[in-house]
């Protein structure tokens, strides 16, 4: 029999015994339905279990977090009559529909902010940079929304709640309101821009069709990432793919250059170049990480190697 205390906050010190079963028969998973089964507020991903004595011969005297529920008790050192500690993580949201919820705010806005335009700066002709525009940022977030369905796997099964506010104000608010009311706009319309180079048709097409190679790229290195997913246990596997070879994060490198094509395509739009740099400032903080496990975890003259960081030849 397994028997472990639990300290939880706010409440008493509770007792859960695994009758008939070892350390190595118990998960982690195992334990958090069972502290939900004593106090339902504490779902399984609003838990997260610490061994504070992790090992009586340990040079570490932190505390040990339990993060995979696929692990045994074992694993982790936790054996009969062990203590463990649970922090409450608070209200939390699946983590692929929160990124569900964020993409689905500029496909909605971006239409109905062109459409109803003329409510607000009155009646003007649509241009074709406008509608070009707005096609390509739908084409860019039904491909993120897909993605997220379908595509990526998430290390953590949720975050906060607090994040789905964070977030959607950023998507919602800059990549749907901001741009909606700084490009579709009469400073962008048909009358304004004829005669100009954002009126001409190759120019246009050519950033529309370079932006487009980013999202074809960019789509390629997720479907490579999601190839490299181990199963829990097994070490990881560095990204070889195309784009890899010079860039240890080439998918927020062709990220980054499709914004970039937003931005040289309508002139330097206001909404297009906030939503590219706060866009641009957080890939590049998940860059530096990942290039800093990424050195931790392998070989670093063979991964990261001489790639650059992020956006080859500048960073």
């Not at 897909?146 to 099964?157: D, M, N, P």
């Not at 800059?174 to 706009?185: C, E, H």
């Amino acid at each position: 029999m397994v028997a472990i205390t639990v300290s939880v906050p706010g409440k008493p010190t509770v007792n859960l015994d695994f009758a008939n079963k070892h350390p190595d028969q118990v998960t982690i998973k195992d334990v958090k339905i069972a502290i939900q089964a004593k106090f339902p507020k504490f779902v399984p991903n609003r838990q997260r279990l610490v061994f504070p004595s992790p090992s009586p011969t340990s040079t570490s005297d932190k505390p040990l977090p339990l993060t995979d529920e696929s692990k045994p008790l074992s694993s982790y050192g936790v054996g009969d009559g062990s203590k463990l500690k649970l922090k409450d993580l608070g209200p939390q949201v699946n983590y692929r529909t929160l990124y569900l919820m964020e993409y689905i705010g500029p496909l909605i806005l971006n239409p109905l902010l062109l459409k109803f335009s003329t409510l607000v700066w009155g009646q003007y002709e649509y241009s074709a940079l406008q509608t070009t525009v707005r096609n390509l940022l739908m084409i860019h977030f039904s491909k993120r929304f897909l993605e997220s369905a379908f595509v990526h796997r998430f290390s953590r099964a949720s975050a906060p709640l607090k994040f789905v506010f964070r977030n959607c104000l950023h998507y919602w608010g800059v990549s749907g309101i901001l741009i909606g009311l700084t490009l579709y706009r009469p400073g962008y319309s048909a009358e304004a821009l004829k005669g100009t180079i954002y009126d001409n048709p190759n120019w246009i097409k050519g950033w529309a069709i370079f932006f487009l190679v980013t999202e074809l790229l960019n789509l390629n290195t997720h479907l490579h990432l999601r190839s490299l997913r181990q199963p829990p246990g097994q070490p990881r596997k560095y990204p070889t793919g195309l784009g890899f070879g010079l860039a240890v994060c080439a998918n927020y490198w062709f990220e980054i250059a499709g914004i970039v094509a937003l931005v040289i395509m309508t002139g330097g739009d206001i909404g297009t170049i906030v939503y590219g740099y706060l866009g641009t400032s957080m890939m590049k903080v998940w860059a530096d990480q990942k290039y800093a496990r990424y050195k931790k975890e392998f070989d670093p003259k063979v991964f990261p190697g001489k790639r650059y960081k992020l956006f080859p030849p500048f960073y």
